[in-house]
């Protein structure tokens, strides 16, 4: 069967291409990219994008899809159609599940439980340490050989530098990138949201800047050291970007993603009591959102991840203090780069296609985030002029737990296309 997407506007990071144009798919390639492409065969299928952004399928490399151990969170299933419906074609599944990911037969088990019941595509990231408690490492190389994309201890920083040290070289050896969760243990005490003037109102204990920053620096001089690939996890501060623009200039090997979350809301936002402004990094100041803007605008900033961290309704509903850290975002990530960085100017659609699908195909060193002939059909449609209200009860997520409920945003998916196929169509 043919399908066959017409009138749309192709953006194509990998050649600079934006034009309307016709693109046909066949066998789950992309078999023709021209003006008005002519098919008359009984087995096609035509999507009209008139008005409507055709881009490589985003790729989501920080989800967290909770199987196995939190299945009353998310499943693989249940994550992989919630990453349909926000676009994503490609996503990257973190290692802190129960048990952790953190050998050859869990690595095997996720992407076997993957390749038979998610509407995209899965690629698992391993732990760094056995049981992600910082003390041995993980079977990094065999991981590596058996699918791994990258390693992570992502929830925690590994404290020990010397183990961390060995374990970037190891993934160096492997040709797989470090995916550092930057939190200094020590510094970070029992905080719940950024230290300021909101912790202050709230009475709560707050996570400074230094957090971040200190192991954001640490990090990026190993990966100097070991000649590692870093990429840098919901960076959050503003000098985690100067930091990232230093690193780049001396040659460093390193990549950065900003969550949707962190360019759309400050500690200001925070409503007393709603746990669903929750998250680690917290929500930071006026100032540090800008920086994270003007890094994305500027290219220092190389990607846009969710950090999707689904909960159940439960747990959320404990106090600031008890009730665990992370939002869900792979159904509005799209949606808020719209609404925030290309409506307000901060980034180009090429842009927006570049840290969404381009860059995160480079760094995990995929053959997706491209519209060539001849490449594999994962393709996002999307209106960009389209408004809608956000409703939680319509997440295909089993969690809800966002702050963004009740808010409109701009820029919806139309389709998403995955090996050719249509795993997901808003009708």
Not at 75 to 92: D, E, H, K, L, N
Not at 137 to 149: C, P, Q, R, S, W
Not at 229 to 243: A, G, W
Not at 370 to 383: F, H, N, P, Q, S
Request: glycine share 8%; proline share 4%; net charge negative.
């Amino acid at each position: 069967m043919k399908l066959l997407i017409k009138n749309g506007r192709v953006i194509d990071p990998a050649s600079k291409q934006d034009e309307v144009m016709d693109l046909l798919l066949e066998d789950g390639k992309i078999a023709k990219k021209a003006a008005n492409i002519q098919e008359k065969e009984e087995t096609l299928t035509v999507i009209d994008a008139k008005g409507c952004f055709v881009m490589p399928g985003f790729i989501d490399l920080h989800v967290h899809l909770r199987e196995p151990g939190f299945e009353n969170k998310e499943t693989i299933a249940t994550g992989a159609r919630s990453a349909a419906r926000g676009g994503f074609t490609t996503i990257c599944a973190m290692p802190n599940t129960k048990p952790v990911i953190d050998n050859v037969d869990r690595v095997k088990f996720v992407l076997n439980k993957a390749a038979e019941v998610a509407a995209v595509n899965i690629c698992q990231v391993g732990a760094v340490t056995v049981a992600q408690q910082g003390e041995e490492l993980a079977d990094i190389e065999g991981m590596a050989k058996a699918g791994a994309i990258a390693i992570s201890e992502d929830g925690k920083s590994v404290m020990n530098v010397k183990l961390y040290e060995e374990a970037m070289r190891l993934a160096a050896r492997s040709g797989i990138p470090v995916f550092a969760h930057c939190e200094d243990k020590d510094l970070v005490g029992a905080g719940v949201i950024n230290k300021g003037a909101k912790s202050e109102e709230l009475q709560v204990e707050g996570i400074s800047n230094l957090v971040e920053d200190i192991i954001v620096a640490r990090d990026i001089l190993i990966a100097k050291e070991t000649n590692a690939k870093l990429h840098l996890c919901h960076c959050s501060t503003k000098d985690s970007v100067s930091l990232v623009e230093e690193a780049k200039k001396k040659g460093i090997s390193v990549t950065a993603e900003v969550c949707p979350h962190h360019f759309t809301l400050t500690e200001d936002d925070i409503v007393a009591g709603d746990t669903n402004y929750k998250m680690n990094p917290p929500l930071r100041t006026k100032e540090d959102v800008e920086a994270l803007k003007l890094g994305l605008k500027n290219d220092i900033m190389d990607i846009i991840a969710t950090d999707h961290a689904p909960h159940h309704a439960k747990e959320k509903a404990k106090s600031l203090k008890e009730a665990p850290f992370g939002i869900v975002g792979l159904e509005t990530a799209a949606s808020l780069t719209i609404t925030e960085l290309v409506d307000k100017g901060y980034l180009t659609p090429m842009q927006m296609a570049e840290k969404l699908s381009y860059n995160p195909a480079k760094v995990i060193g995929i053959d997706r985030g491209t519209l060539a002939e001849g490449k594999i059909a994962d393709i996002v449609i999307l209106d960009p002029e389209k408004e809608y209200v956000v409703d939680v009860n319509d997440f295909a997520s089993m969690g809800k737990n966002t702050p963004f409920a009740g808010r409109k945003l701009k820029g919806q998916v139309v389709a998403t296309i995955v090996n050719g196929k249509v795993v997901y169509q808003n009708n």
